[in-house]
Every structure is written in structure tokens, then in C-alpha cells.
């Protein structure tokens, strides 16, 4: 065989082998989803091999009469599912959501208010991610490790005296909705913009569970739209605020930080958010029943789950210290071993210098219950996790489990189901 044409077959039957693994195996990261049938087949057309920069109407490439079509009805749908008065779907992923608002709403030397990451903040927002390399004056929100949440009293202290010209809230570890009502009155007192940061709980907050962030003073509000939303790797930004501010968001997307965006995933989304709009309630309360059921679960069985004074979580996430279990690195690798897929975690007393080696895990229930999984399976899979990590037992009987508790979910769910979207699409011809 040509050599090459070897290499190339063998990133396919990677792909392949991934692909069982992950069929074999239980996904619990938070981050992580599948799409529906009808969405995914938006990847494979041709969109995804054109270029359509700037707005619709408003290009500088020929042939994207179809691109204009889509992508304003992806951004009405987007405005309808979030009751948004402004939508931008261009962003290509969540951090590149961020990058566009930091360039927006910021310059070199500005003061923003972020979480920290050993309070659940992302990457983006630490001072070696996107708002430091904007050369941003960073000030942390104390938290409180009791309630998993701002210190809502301290944050006010520390937000009159330091006065941040931007407020950004919103974490990867995101258990409890962000304090934005008690905060509202200081941060117009400041005169801060507010800039809500829902990477994570997107579609928790479509589904109307979780917290509404533009009627309760967000001015932006950033995501990605493939962890709690089921859609592609893609990203969003939605406003509530002036036309100057919001112009500047805009040309923060294009040209600040990207020129084409991806047309691909951009009309993935969009079918993404009309399942939403039907399925979405249902899904984003379901989820959250069973990150309650399985947080109830694995405490019952002695793990140390966070947050049990507000009931361990009210999103799609858990977090656990596991230093009595050996810590988070081990404890994640030794059920990666089992096919139970989850990830370490920073916990509120670690340092960001720990983050190889964190006190946590964290668990994500979306991606189980958009493949069905209910409050009995919560109780199977808490005990899987038991037997493998306190009991130690062999990986290959805590596989079989993995298996017969997968058997009966396969299928995406909370979706247009294949025989009846077809139905259509054959009418559609
Ligand atoms: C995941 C995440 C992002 C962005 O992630 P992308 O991978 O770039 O989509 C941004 N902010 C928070 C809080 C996140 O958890």
C-alpha cells in the first residue's frame, strides 16, 4: 500500500476506534454533548466549504444568496429561543465568543471583574487566556465555598471600591445560577456593563430552568452551543443593550476576531435551536433532575459532593472532592479505564498551580439524558463509580456494567426523530 494512503486510513480507523470507545463507554464530561441526526447532516454539506464574511447582505464574496437565507433565520431563531433583542451566530466557539466581547466592550488596562478558576472560571477569563492577553486589569469575585457561589456581600464591597468597567460572570463549574439580581444595583451604581457568560448552561437557560440573565441585567450574554445546548462546536453572542454597544460586539466577531465564520456548523445550530424550542424545556428539566439524583446518589454512597447545603446542584453539574479516593487525577483515569469518561476538576481550596492534580471531579449529566437516562439509571451509574473507585474493583466487571447500562441507550433523544424528519424531507424534495 502507499505509505501515505497507510497514514491516512489509519486516522480513519482512529476515528472508528474513538467512535466505539465513546459507544462503549459513558460520558459524563460537562462539556461535552451529541448532536441530533438532522443537525449533524448539515456538517457534510457545502456550506462548510464557503466563505460568507460579514453580515448577510453585507458580503464580499459572491454565491451566498443561500449562506444570507440561513444565517438570518438562524439568528431569528436564536432571538426567539433566548428572547433575545439581539443575536450574533457567528462566533465559532465559545472562546471565540469571548474574544469578540473582550474586544468590544475593553481596552489594554481596563478593569473587568471575573471568576477565578479555582471558582469554576474558565480558561478565557484568567489573566494567562483571552483577558489577559488583552492586557486587562483582573479582579476575582470571592467565593464562597459553602454555597459554591459568589460572596454576594464582598463582591458588592469589592466592586464600589475597585469599580471594574466590565462585570463578567459565569463559570465551568457552574452549579448554582450567578447572583446577578443582588447584584444589579452595584453594578449600575459602577456603571459597569454586565457580561453573562453561559458557555455552559446555554441550554439550561433555553429551556427556561436555570436563570434568565437578560431580563435580570446581563448586557451580553457569550456561549457555546454544544454542552447543555446539544448543537455543534460553535459558538454565540446575544445582547441586550444599546446599538453603539452592541455595533461594537459586531465588529468585534468580524472583522475583530474572525473572518469567515463556519457555515457548516452556523446552520447546525440553527436546526439545533428550532429542536430547542419544542424539546427544550423538557431536556433542560430532565437534566437537572438527574445531576440532583446522581449528586444524591453518589453522597448516599460516602463521596464528598459539593454544595449539599443548597442541595448539591440546581444546573446540569456535580463536583466531588475525591481526596480521600486518591485525588482528581487518579480518580479520573482509573474510571477512564472503567468507560466512565469525566474530568478532574479544580475545587474552591486549590490553587491554579494544582491543576494537574486537582482535589475534584466534576460530572456532567446533559449528554446521558439526551440519551435517555433517568433516575434509575443515575442510581446503576453512582454505584458503577462506587464499585470502581472505592470498592477497586476490576475494571473489566465495572465494564460489563458500562455496557448493560448503555444497552438500552442509543438513540439521541429531545430531537426530531429520524422516521419523521425524513417523512417530510421526502416531501420536501
Ligand atoms: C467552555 C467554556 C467556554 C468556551 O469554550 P469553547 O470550547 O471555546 O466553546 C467559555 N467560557 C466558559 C465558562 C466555559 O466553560
Not at 173 to 178: C, Q
Not at 384 to 401: C, D, M, N
Amino acid at each position: 500500500m502507499n505509505p501515505n494512503m497507510k497514514e491516512a486510513l489509519d486516522i480513519r480507523k482512529t476515528a472508528m476506534d474513538h467512535n466505539k470507545f465513546f459507544e462503549e463507554s459513558i460520558p459524563l464530561v460537562a462539556s461535552e454533548n451529541l448532536m441530533s441526526p438532522l443537525a449533524m447532516e448539515m456538517l457534510l454539506t457545502d456550506f462548510g466549504f464557503r466563505y460568507a464574511e460579514g453580515l448577510p447582505h453585507h458580503r464580499y464574496y459572491q454565491g451566498n444568496f443561500f449562506v444570507d437565507i440561513m444565517e438570518e433565520k438562524v439568528t431569528e431563531l436564536a432571538k426567539m429561543v433566548f428572547k433575545a433583542p439581539q443575536a450574533d451566530p457567528r462566533p465559532v466557539s465559545g472562546t471565540n465568543a469571548n474574544q469578540a466581547v473582550t474586544f468590544a466592550l475593553t481596552k489594554t488596562g481596563d478593569r473587568i471583574a471575573a471568576p477565578n478558576l479555582s471558582g469554576g472560571g474558565h480558561i478565557s477569563a484568567a489573566k494567562f487566556g483571552t483577558l489577559g492577553f488583552r492586557g486587562l486589569d483582573i479582579l476575582n469575585y470571592p467565593f464562597e465555598e459553602n454555597t459554591m457561589s459568589i460572596d454576594v456581600d464582598a463582591s458588592i464591597k469589592m466592586l464600589k471600591q475597585e469599580k471594574p468597567k466590565v462585570c463578567l460572570v459565569g463559570q465551568s463549574v457552574f452549579l448554582f445560577p450567578a447572583p446577578l439580581k443582588e447584584l444589579k444595583d452595584t453594578f449600575q451604581e459602577i456603571g459597569a456593563k454586565v457580561w453573562y457568560d453561559a458557555a455552559h448552561v446555554l441550554g439550561l437557560i433555553a429551556g427556561g430552568r436555570f436563570q434568565d440573565p437578560l431580563r435580570e441585567g446581563a448586557d451580553v450574554i457569550t456561549g457555546s452551543t454544544h454542552k447543555t445546548l446539544p448543537g455543534p462546536q460553535h459558538g454565540i453572542v446575544l445582547g441586550n443593550t444599546d446599538d453603539d454597544t452592541w455595533k461594537k460586539v459586531q465588529r468585534g466577531v468580524f472583522p475583530g476576531v474572525l473572518s469567515n465564520h463556519h457555515l457548516n456548523t452556523m446552520a447546525a445550530l440553527g436546526i439545533t435551536l428550532a429542536e430547542t424550542l419544542d424539546f427544550g424545556s423538557d431536556y433542560a428539566g430532565k437534566i437537572i433532575d438527574n445531576a440532583k439524583s446522581l449528586a444524591e446518589e453518589l453522597h448516599s454512597l460516602g463521596f464528598k459532593v459539593l454544595g449539599e447545603e443548597r442541595g448539591f446542584t440546581q444546573s446540569h453539574t456535580l463536583v466531588a472532592d475525591v481526596r480521600q479516593n486518591g485525588g482528581g487525577k487518579l480518580v479520573s483515569e482509573l474510571l477512564e479505564h472503567c468507560h466512565i469518561v469525566l474530568n478532574k476538576n479544580l475545587l474552591p481550596w486549590d490553587d491554579n498551580k494544582k491543576s494537574q492534580d486537582p482535589s475534584g471531579i466534576r460530572i456532567g449529566t446533559q449528554e446521558v439524558t439526551r440519551i435517555g437516562f433517568d433516575k434509575s439509571d443515575m442510581k446503576e451509574l453512582a454505584s458503577l463509580i462506587f464499585r470502581a473507585v472505592v470498592k477497586q474493583e476490576p475494571a473489566e466487571k465495572i465494564i460489563l456494567g458500562v455496557k448493560e447500562l448503555k444497552k438500552n441507550h442509543k438513540k439521541v433523544m429531545y430531537c426530531y426523530g429520524d422516521m419523521e424528519a425524513y417523512k417530510y424531507i421526502e416531501l420536501y424534495k
